[in-house]
């Protein structure tokens, strides 16, 4: 059974980092492109990175490129996202996603949970 | 970027009615986009890919239709739990952006 789970978010102060861990199992790691999307409180979801099988190819969304970094330990079966200097607007859950199929990149039907980040004062 | 636009913003309906969803694409997306259902307090469920795909233990009240810019879920017969926020989803080009979602209320 294919299972992703969260863990590292919490309630943080605006300027700080944070890393946020995704540990996967029921599945080949390496094999599968990687995601995390993020939503906002009451609002919707929004990608913000991926990262490919080997961990040599990477994308992030314009509003955290230069602040965050997708990273992935295919020995751990654990992909991360390394969040610097954080602001109030990443405030949001942050879910991690497998792709679909080993041959695309797309997102398919495999989310964790969420783990939430409050970026406050 | 493209953008999805949903349609309506919010529908409330009967069980036993049908609901018609609609999902229209700034730019062609030839059938690569998916629906997602997502409850309060859960991660978002797929529903659909490749525009008519049902997903694994998806019921068959549950369909997708479209191609190029317009894409349509439809519900043939609702059911209470179908009370949830349904988005569209593009995958061809990054960043694979989500529609801002329909609300689905049952009566």
């Known amino acids: 059974e294919v299972q992703l789970v969260e863990s590292g978010g919490g309630l943080v102060q605006p300027g700080v980092s944070l890393r946020l861990s995704c540990e996967a199992s029921g599945f080949t790691f390496s094999s599968y492109w990687m995601h995390w999307v993020r939503q906002a409180p009451g609002k919707g979801l929004v990608w913000v990175s991926r990262?490919?099988?080997?961990?040599?190819?990477?994308s992030y969304a314009d509003s955290v490129k230069g602040r965050f970094t997708i990273s992935r330990d295919n020995a751990k079966y654990t992909v991360y996202l390394q969040m610097n200097s954080l602001r109030s607007e990443d405030t949001a859950v942050y879910y991690c996603a497998r792709a679909a199929s080993t041959t695309a990149a797309g997102i398919g039907g495999y989310w964790g949970q969420g783990t939430l980040v409050t970026v406050s004062s | 970027e493209i953008v999805l636009t949903q349609s309506p913003a919010t529908l409330s309906l009967s069980p036993g009615e049908r609901a018609t969803l609609s999902c229209r694409a700034s730019q062609s997306l030839s059938s690569y986009l998916a629906w997602y259902q997502q409850k309060p307090g859960q991660a978002p469920r797929l529903l659909i890919y490749d525009a008519s795909n049902r997903a694994t233990g998806i019921p068959a009240r549950f369909s997708g239709s479209g191609s190029g810019t317009d894409f349509t879920l439809t519900i043939s017969s609702l059911e209470p739990e179908d009370s949830a926020v349904y988005y569209c989803?593009?995958?061809?080009?990054?960043?694979?952006?989500f529609g801002q979602g329909t609300k689905l209320e049952i009566k």
């Open positions: 989803q593009q995958r061809p080009n990054w960043p694979y952006t």
């Open positions: 990262i490919n099988g080997d961990g040599t190819s990477s």
